[in-house]
């Protein structure tokens, strides 16, 4: 039986999840969180086989939760369901430990499909990711907030959610001044001046959906 553990801050999305899940006779849900912080602190996390986890959870976001259970389980088999571009975001979500990517738009079919294979032992993506990930394509130019350190990266996707300074310090357990150092540095790296234009410089590159 594959355990299975839903972080989302979705009660619709967890409670889907779930019915989907528990229809199954080789899988179960065996506990579910609204947010980060009830992710780390869950006293079961031994019995999880897969965390399905969403990557924009409020009080400490999906990136640091995978950083900080990865640090702490690395066995921990994690797929990363969220409504951010595979083609955008992938690469660095598995890069941080996680063993497969789906977006929220994927059907049902492929995200039992991804559960099954991921607890085989496996990595999932879709087709199209999986493409870019494939060894003989030719690397395209790294865009600009590839070169982002994975600090920087998590500052800079929470800036796309509209987190302020201090709401960021407080998510990621950093000083303000350290967020501070870390957005200019994103800033430098980007080419912009403003968090209007790093927010500009998400739009333009895909990884939010424009309003």
């Known amino acids: 039986m594959i355990r299975i553990f839903i972080a989302d801050d979705h009660t619709i999305v967890r409670h889907g999840l779930r019915q989907l899940i528990d229809a199954q006779t080789d899988m179960r849900v065996i506990g579910e969180a609204s947010n980060g912080r009830q992710v780390l602190l869950a006293e079961n996390k031994h019995e999880w086989d897969i965390l399905i986890l969403d990557l924009s959870l409020p009080k400490v976001n999906g ?31 598995l890069g941080e430990g996680a ?15 991804a559960l099954r294979k991921v607890a085989r032992g496996g990595t999932y993506v879709s087709s199209a990711v999986a493409a870019t990930l494939s060894p003989g394509e030719q690397p395209e130019r790294a865009a600009p907030h590839e070169s982002l350190s994975a600090r920087e990266y998590q500052i800079f996707t929470l800036i796309l959610q509209n987190r302020t300074s201090s ?38 590159a895909g990884l939010i959906n424009m309003p």
């Open 167 to 204: 709401e960021i310090a407080a998510e990621l357990d950093l000083s303000q001044s350290t967020v501070a150092n870390h957005v200019a540095r994103v800033k430098s790296k980007l080419g912009v001046r403003t968090i209007g234009e790093i927010v500009g410089y998400g739009h333009r």
């Open 99 to 113: 063993v497969a990517y789906l977006s929220k738009e994927q059907s049902s079919e492929e995200l039992l499909a």
């Open 63 to 93: 990136i640091e939760v995978l950083r900080r259970l990865h640090e702490e389980r690395p066995e921990l088999r994690v797929l990363a369901l969220s409504m951010y571009p595979e083609d955008q975001y992938a690469r660095r979500v």
